[in-house]
């Protein structure tokens, strides 16, 4: 019974240092391969982007014409705050396949609107975060001038949310501006008048009885007569003459 026992613990000593072998040499193997094959996802999907391919691995090998690198030479969490640390990339993911390709999963931040406040110009995203223009691509957004606090630039987001995410109003609206009394203003596309939105702070109502004002008149009416559209009433629409 001793006998086999200690044989029992030879053979399994012999069968973990081959195992351990078998793993140091396969691991040995897969960090000598040399690194040739990317699958790079962007998203949100779009046929423009902020990041593209070219930019990631600019970022990640300093463009290098030709990637010579072998996987035992890739830090991943490094690759991972390399993306992260760019302006227009919200997060990201790096992970290698068993079959030596380095996958890079990106998630871009989403301008909504651009802000002009003087001589300043920047982008403004889905979570109210300030992002700074491309120098190679322009997102087709809203425009809003003035200056906007934190606070107001929460609400903005949301007004913009609402305003492209309902198919009159996204073909309608297309900027926005706060004027001196802190009233904020709305331009739209069809008709030479300002739509005063007042207090930013309660504009879905106010946005749906424009909507409203829109479906009634708009077909009816020859919308250019009309200096403003106010939204600030309880209840009602004004629209004043010319």
Do not use: W
């Not at 990637?67 to 992260?84: A, F, S, V």
């Not at 009309?226 to 009433?233: R, T, V």
Request: net charge positive; charged share 30%; proline share 1%.
């Amino acid at each position: 019974m001793k006998k086999k026992t200690i044989f029992f613990i030879l053979i399994l000593l012999i069968y973990i240092t081959l195992m351990m072998f078998f793993i140091f040499f396969s691991q040995k193997t897969h960090a000598n391969r040399s690194l040739t094959k990317f699958n790079i996802v962007i998203d949100p999907i779009s046929k423009d982007h902020f990041v593209n391919e070219e930019i990631i691995k600019d970022i990640l090998f300093h463009k290098t014409e030709k990637i010579e690198k072998k996987i035992g030479q890739l830090c991943i969490l490094e690759m991972e705050n390399k993306l992260n640390n760019y302006h227009f990339i919200k997060k990201s993911e790096v992970f290698l396949n068993v079959d030596g390709t380095l996958n890079i999963e990106i998630l871009q931040k989403e301008p909504i609107l651009r802000i002009k406040n003087g001589d300043r110009e920047y982008y403004l995203t889905k979570d109210a975060e300030d992002l700074e223009l491309s120098s190679f691509y322009s997102s087709n957004v809203i425009l809003a001038k003035g200056y906007f606090s934190k606070k107001e630039k929460k609400f903005l987001a949301n007004l913009v949310k609402f305003i492209v995410n309902d198919d009159l109003l996204k073909n309608q609206i297309i900027s926005i501006k706060k004027n001196n009394i802190n009233e904020f203003i709305l331009i739209p596309k069809i008709g030479n008048h300002n739509i005063i939105l007042g207090n930013i702070k309660d504009f879905k109502n106010k946005l749906n009885k424009l909507k409203a004002f829109y479906k009634q008149y708009l077909n009816k009416i020859d919308i250019n007569q009309y200096k403003s559209i106010d939204l600030q009433y309880k209840d009602q629409v004004v629209a004043k003459k010319r």
